[in-house]
């Protein structure tokens, strides 16, 4: 594994190389590199396998993480492939002529971050989300509550109290505050 | 047409005689997976109430509502949540944010009701099937949605603290104010363990906005005193913090401190003051205290013309003569008792009441007095050779100390007490130069002192020799020692029930000499000023008063507060008796502007 890390390394440029759990590798290449270095990985060393393609929205950094999470059955080693992208008008090329599957993940990034991959098939079609008319619902600034609270309905006659004001009314009416 | 078409429907009927392949019943024969986010599992004994569930739950899904049985627990709202499945979509958030890690998921997850309104029950109240159940989704052991432990605070080593009087805490800077601040899950429960009812968890919130100003104005709505409880209060608010179930509480009392010591005071007129209308009642207040300066703070803010007699030649008290600079400087206690002064309280040092100012005179010439004279009188050891010259007060040390003034102990002493008094006067002498013994009755384990005074005491390296009892003081012959003998105790249990008693052992007695004996194992109060005639009327049990509703007295113009009238003893109790005195003194000479009366 360290002698392909290091290949890779001079090759594609990788950096940020973690162990995080007993053989699951992560780490990290520029967007630049990133088709060819999973292509390379799935034709050369044995990562024959997607498992699964995911995003994380680091809203503060203003970039979206997306992990290419590689199987090899061979030495049944992971390898996690992290790529940035910008947030803003978020795009990223399609892989689904890698993996045919590539696809479905590429259709549910559209969805639920907004992330465009050119060429993928059926992309502007709802995935899970049918008639959903807002942001993006996984993009960490779209208010969840916000959206419950608006579109769901309410039960009759439900009352909830805060803590601090019931136990004030129960055990101290007439201290605390402005009195 | 073969003959096997022919007859195949026949051979299919005799199928509907055997054992059919699929399940009849799948639902009830497939158990939902060991972590399962099924229905709610909250063990409601455990659950405190805090509201997190609620408030983390981004569908609305949790109320809070009442449960008797719950209700005026130490540290427990007495609300448990209410699930309404109408809208929960099971993401567990409630969950993994529960800070009494009570609240948990069953793997079942079938329940058919004809009823809608049924799906929406109290979890661990109301009955269910799978409140015993051990599988579903459990929070992961050392997962927590805020780190459990808080931002270690920077203070002096023992070995540099002894040095000197400098103060040991260094108090946060505002990177690690804002990394603390954002611990807080805002459930409030500590507001109601706080004597003065603080707004702890809008003051937090002010540090994680970074509008300290607003921090400031939230502290003095309750606390006059906000500097010196951010550095000594008995942070009872700290006991109760949901937060400290799983890991360690919010470091309420530090937090406090940052707000403090972000503002200048010259600062605190332009964001504190407001518009003070002269209502042209008089009161009189007796004792520069905590509890004293709180109350003619907020009696001043409501307008009244307020007089603090004090005896000693500055304000303070027991902040000033009782606890040492190394906990809390005197620059701290003067920026609030100076804002106090600012707002127009008149204070009158080196004036004591029966001499200088008789008590008779102030009932007649005040619309209202408001007492809050503390306990000042070290209370008797009890044993022969008490009255040796070479033993003396922890109040009297600690006192000498506060003023410059070297208490003459000399380098080996003995501490004789378990109280706050106590470690503090032990603390001291190490600073002296001093080596200490410190004499407990008791175990460790049942010292009254803070627990952090008890430890840094110990790291300062005092001696804290547990079951000790005096038992007389001998005269060496030399005018700069005395002699001790003292007993080992046994602890024993007390068929009543009460807490163990500890039995001088005669025969482990032993005896060693000091440069002096510091007594500080209580205080009593002295309350010769106020005429026996009047003492008579009012309720004085074991030296202290027992206060009626509003710190109120027997005798109406009376109010009362502070050590000598709460069994607490602390400053923030002080400062709440202060506060509520000055509401009760409001309701009764302004009874038309409160609706209750």
Known sequence: MNTLLDRLATDFGIYDISDRKPAITTLKVEKQQAERLIRELRDREGYTHLNFITCIDYIEQGIFTLVYMLHNYGDKSTLGVEVDIDRENAEMTSIHTLWAQAWTYQRELREMFGINFPGSPRQEEDFCLEGWDDIPPMRREFNTKTYSTETFGHREGRVSEDPREHMKAQLYPTRGGDN | MSLKDLLSPFFVWQRAFEKPWTNMRPIEERPGAP???????????????????HSICQNEAIDMVPVEEFSGRPGDSGLRPRFDYGRCCWCALCVDICTANSLHMSNEYTWLARDPTDYHFTAGVEEKPWQDSE??????????????KRIDMDMLTADESVQSFDEVVNGYSEEQAKLEADRCVECGICV???????????????IRDGDFETGLQLMYRTNPFPATCGRICTHRCEEVCPVGITGQPIAIRWLKRFIVDQVDSIDYARILDSEIIENGHKVAVIGAGPGGLSAAYYLRKKGYSVTVY????????????????????????????????????????????????MFEDLLGEYDAIFLSTGLSVPSSMRINGEDHPRVLSGLQVLADVARGKD???????AVIGGGNVAMDAARVSRRLGADVDILYRRRISEMPADPEEIKESQEEKCNLVEKAIPVEIMDTGSKKQVTIKWGEAEMVQDPKGGRPRPVLQEDRMHTETYDCIISAIGQGSNLDFITPAVQEQLAIEWGKFTPGEYQRSELEKIFVGGDVANRTADAISAIEDGHHAARGIDRFLKPGAYAEN
């Open chain 2, 35 to 53: 972590a399962y986010r099924g229905f709610h599992i909250n063990l409601a004994d455990s659950c405190i109430g805090c509201g997190s569930c």
């Open chain 2, 407 to 413: 208490p003459g102990i000399g380098r080996k002493v």
């Open chain 2, 135 to 148: 599988l579903g989704y459990h929070r992961a052991e050392g997962y927590h949605l805020y780190p459990p």
């Open chain 2, 310 to 357: 004090e005896s000693q030649e500055t304000g303070g008290g027991m902040l000033r003569y009782g606890v040492p600079s190394y906990r809390l400087p005197d620059d701290a206690l003067d920026k609030d008792i100076d804002y106090i002064i600012s707002v127009g309280v008149d204070i009158r040092y080196n004036t004591i009441i029966g001499k200088d100012v």
């Open chain 2, 192 to 206: 109601a363990t706080c004597p003065a009812h603080m707004d702890v968890p809008d003051y937090i919130r002010s």
